[in-house]
């Protein structure tokens, strides 16, 4: 089955700077890759996606990279605003026809005001 | 996006009650739907697919006739926890998979936070 690695763990910036988070995935046929966020008590929300006919997605200062022959994707935060605090989980689609998201174990962004 | 349900928002049972959780697609029809699992401070586990119409398919080590799955039409799908004991307490979250032809998307229901005395 699939296998997501999600790095770092836990993540500090100051406000203003950039975040990256960065993951890995075991299946070659994974061809979607949804980020999502999860403020505390909260359910996840979709923030980004990617699919593996694209290698780069942009939305205002959030945005997505994928090199499907190193099996790697990131998510990058410019600018970031304390709002943006938060537990990001990267996923992808564990194989043809399943549908399930497999998630890494998540991100814990703090944004240093 | 998407409108996703979950009802109870929370829950806290006697040890040995079952508990029934319903996850619902508000604006749109969803033939699968997934239950997760989150412990404090832990990524999301996927318990179970649950697909209309038909039964459910659980991941490994999740026991089938302590999570009953029931997805009886395209926007209603729900969890019993049957038997709860403290060690079932948790997050379940619901989602539901939304669109086709290769666009799927899940959305996430709020989910259900289950403390089992």
């Known amino acids: 089955g699939e296998n997501v690695e999600q790095h770092p763990s836990t993540l500090s910036v100051q406000e203003g700077d950039s975040a990256v988070i960065k993951c890995t995935y075991s299946d070659s046929a994974s061809n979607y890759f949804p980020w999502y966020k999860q403020e505390l008590g909260k359910r996840p929300q979709l923030i980004i996606d990617i699919r593996s006919n694209v290698g780069e997605k942009k939305d205002q200062r959030i945005a997505v990279t994928l090199n499907k022959t190193a099996k790697h994707f990131s998510l990058h935060i410019t600018e970031t605003q304390p709002e943006d605090s938060a537990v990001y989980f990267c996923?992808?689609?564990?194989?043809?026809?399943?549908?399930?998201?497999?998630f890494g174990k998540g991100t814990k962004l703090s944004v240093i005001p | 996006g998407a409108v996703v349900s979950q009802h109870p928002s929370r829950v806290i049972c006697k040890s040995g009650t079952s508990v029934k959780i319903e996850c619902r697609s508000l604006?749109?029809?969803?033939?699968?739907m997934f239950w997760y699992r989150q412990f404090p401070k832990q990524s999301l586990m996927l318990m179970a697919t649950?697909?209309?119409?038909?039964?459910?398919?659980?991941e490994q080590g999740v026991e089938k006739d302590k999570f009953l799955i029931n997805h009886a039409s395209l926007t209603l799908s729900t969890l019993t926890v049957t038997s709860a004991h403290p060690e079932d307490s948790s997050f379940y979250i619901c989602?539901?998979?939304?669109?086709?032809?290769?666009?799927?998307?899940?959305?996430f229901g709020p989910g259900t936070r289950l403390l089992v005395l």
């Open positions: 989602s539901a998979r939304k669109g086709g032809g290769g666009q799927e998307t899940q959305y």
């Open positions: 649950s697909n209309e119409g038909s039964k459910a398919t659980y």
């Open positions: 604006d749109f029809q969803a033939t699968t």
């Open positions: 996923a992808a689609f564990s194989g043809a026809g399943s549908y399930q998201l497999t």
